[in-house]
């Protein structure tokens, strides 16, 4: 074993080592700043009635000056990034201005499914009009890109707020905004390399927000538009048969209710079915291209096939990385092992839910134990898949502030930060199998996805169920 966490070279390894003692200190940095305002509740307790305002005044100013730096540092973020990601957003926009929509999937090896094309077209095509460069070295092609990802982080801690509004006392909704907003990890994704994770992650989240008050119809159709962003929101399928489950068949049964649950899902699939058109059909030319659904699905499965793509798991715990999914791993293949590990995970999500069937409140932390757990076990995956779960986290903190969901939503932080931390600022060019610093990255992953588990089971049975559609309120 080398005796350096990062490099068996003293030249690099003494630099790397370093960048890694710098990581834990502002990742502890952000534990403290969190684990202090977990704990103004306290505080808040003994504040007398005639400083209860001035107290309110400093929370309120805290906010802002949260959201102010936020602002400043995803914006200042905004015009860097790494080579790589921004060369592909810049020729995919360019080939969409000059060429349009259609057969854009023929044209693409892997691409993103069709409300990624659609914004990025719209973008582009106001980009062209405005004399704007495709070319990912520039500032502002930089700063364009990345906008409408810094709007929808924003979105989503404005979604922490409402449902943290309904839950926590006013001296906790300061640190939900910290959370999201102050996070490093969602500044270096969001704001720095160049990544849309935002988007889908949204309405994720949003779709999670809407079965918990009872809004089926509308999260099935939110719940589409987070697929067609990109296809790792399927991680949540479960969570939507579960509410399915208790709005439609437990809670008074009626089969007209039944019906207009199924028009509703079948009109959201039917979307994402028919979002693929302008792909596929040209209706100018009644050509039509052969790259489309089918050819986007299996493209987009066929890359990356790797037991794991940089993601510090359990396949990277095993030396598993950068090597493919077909490859033994005892008497099965990788990729085997990765769908007998996924049925596990939804099997348990099954037991987990049966447990707090009658609690919506449930809905986020068992989103995110499925992110959590796809990407700790499955193939194919890589260090952004975990994006989710932390903010589906934050989420189910918001709605009901108790300390083991603190716990999971720091715990689930600091893990993504190690994450891309790794994934970005690492030479994977010089990598090796025997790299202690991704081993304790990957234990340390393991361990939070198995505290999650822990504090859903020990929940479904110390707190009161709240039906479905109820307002969250404690």
């Known amino acids: 074993m080398s005796p350096y966490l990062l490099k068996n070279r003293q030249d690099k390894g003494n ?51 949260v959201i102010s730096v936020s602002l400043y540092l995803n ?3 905004s015009i860097y990034t790494q080579a790589g990601d921004s060369g592909y957003f810049a020729r995919i926009m360019k080939n969409m201005a000059d060429n349009g929509l259609f057969g854009v999937y023929s044209r693409e090896k892997i691409s993103y499914p069709p409300f990624f094309q659609f914004s990025y077209w719209a973008l582009a095509k106001v980009m062209k009009y405005m004399g704007i460069a495709f ?48 996070n490093p990890g969602v500044l270096y994704t969001t704001g720095f390399s160049c990544q849309v994770d ?29 697929v067609l962003f990109k296809l790792q929101a ?51 030319s009644g050509n039509i291209a052969r790259g489309g659904f ?5 493209n987009t499965t066929e890359g990356y096939a790797e037991a794991s793509h940089n993601a510090c798991n359990f396949w990277m715990l095993m030396g598993y990385n950068w090597t493919w999914q077909g490859e033994m791993f005892g008497p099965l293949s990788c990729q085997t092992w990765g769908k007998v590990f996924i049925v596990a995970l939804v099997i348990l999500s099954v037991i987990l ?50 300390k083991k969901r603190f716990l999971c939503a720091a715990l689930l932080s600091v893990t993504y930060f190690f994450q891309v931390g790794m994934n970005y600022a690492y030479p994977w060019n010089d ?27 020990s929940e479904g049975s110390s707190h009161k169920f709240t039906k479905a559609g109820d307002d969250l309120r404690r």
Request: glycine share 4%; hydrophobic share 55%; charged share 15%.
């Open 234 to 284: 399927v991680f949540i399928t479960p969570v939507i048969a579960f509410a399915v489950i208790n709005e439609v068949f437990l809670k008074d049964f009626s089969w007209k209710r039944f019906f207009q649950h199924l028009a509703a899902g079948l009109s959201a699939i039917g979307m994402i079915l028919l979002s693929y058109i302008p792909f596929v059909y040209d209706a100018h």
């Open 15 to 65: 630099s790397m080592n370093k960048w890694a003692m710098g990581t834990c200190i502002l990742a502890a940095v952000f534990l403290l700043l969190l684990y202090g305002l977990y704990f103004t509740d306290k505080y808040e307790k003994r504040v007398s009635s005639d400083k209860k305002a001035v107290y309110l005044n400093v929370l309120f100013m805290l906010e802002v000056f």
């Open 431 to 457: 990598y090796e199998k025997g790299l202690l610093i991704l081993r304790i990255t990957s234990v340390f992953t393991l361990c939070s996805f198995a505290y999650l588990v822990y504090a859903i089971w």
């Open 135 to 182: 070319d990912g070295t520039t500032r502002l092609f930089l700063f364009c890109v990345k906008l409408p990802c810094i709007i929808c982080e924003f979105l989503t801690a404005g979604l922490l707020y409402k449902t943290a509004e309904g839950c926590m006392r006013e001296g906790q909704r300061a640190m939900v905004i910290f959370m999201c907003l102050l």
């Open 75 to 77: 914006l200042h973020l």
């Open 198 to 226: 935002m988007l889908y992650v949204f309405f994720m989240a949003l779709c999670v927000y809407l079965l918990m008050n009872g809004k089926l119809k509308m999260a099935y159709f939110v719940f589409a538009v987070a």
């Open 294 to 298: 089918f050819s986007h699905f299996s």
């Open 353 to 402: 839910y049966w447990r707090t069937r009658k609690d919506v409140a449930m809905y986020p932390m068992l989103a995110a134990l499925l992110v959590c757990g796809t990407y700790c076990f499955a193939v194919r995956m890589m260090a952004r898949y975990l994006y989710a779960a932390i903010f589906l986290a934050y989420l189910g903190f918001a709605c009901r502030p108790n």
